[in-house]
């Protein structure tokens, strides 16, 4: 279990918060320099991941009991899909684009909890709306071309600039 020692559980949370989104930040900028491609890395990814955390997650099967499967499976679905578009992204685009690429998927990544929040407190505020209109003209920006030709190319296989990376000798 991730332990730190401070004032608060908010305080706590917010620094876990904060940890979460710099290794998820970090972790596809890697990722893209793997010359693996969208499936190929989920399945890795996902392997070293259950390396990693099947002892902890066996010392605490309790919360196998209580599942709400229905959701679990949902869920896991729902992220699949998310992680084969995002790993085939990052396997196919440009290192000089993998940064915006990901902050516009961030930026589409807040709209579902963001309404969440909005249905559950039965309301938006005057500063939530102009969060939601700062978001949307950020990514609108965000995914206008660039002007430069190299930067809208797709990654060339190392090995051969026209073949496919999954027939590559």
């Not at 070293?48 to 919360?63: G, H």
């Not at 709306?129 to 296989?157: D, E, M, R, W």
């Amino acid at each position: 279990m991730f332990r730190v020692f401070v004032e608060s559980v908010e305080m706590k949370h917010q620094i876990m918060a904060i940890a979460a989104g710099l290794l998820f930040g970090i972790w596809p900028l890697f990722m893209n320099k793997s010359n693996l491609s969208g499936f190929v890395t989920c399945v890795v990814v996902s392997c070293i991941q259950l390396t990693l955390l099947i002892t902890p997650a066996l010392m605490d099967t309790s919360s196998l009991y209580r599942a709400n499967w229905t959701m679990t499976i949902i869920a896991a679905v729902i992220a699949t899909g998310g992680v084969v578009i995002f790993n085939t992204l990052l396997s196919e685009a440009m290192p000089a684009k993998v940064g915006i690429l990901f902050v516009v998927m961030l930026v589409a990544q807040t709209c579902p909890p963001a309404i969440y929040s909005i249905i559950v407190n039965r309301g938006i505020t005057w500063m939530q709306a102009v969060g939601f209109s700062a978001a949307i003209v950020a990514a609108i920006f965000l995914c206008y071309p660039s002007s430069s030709p190299q930067q809208n190319q797709t990654k060339a296989n190392p090995l051969s600039d026209n073949a496919p990376k999954d027939q590559v000798p």
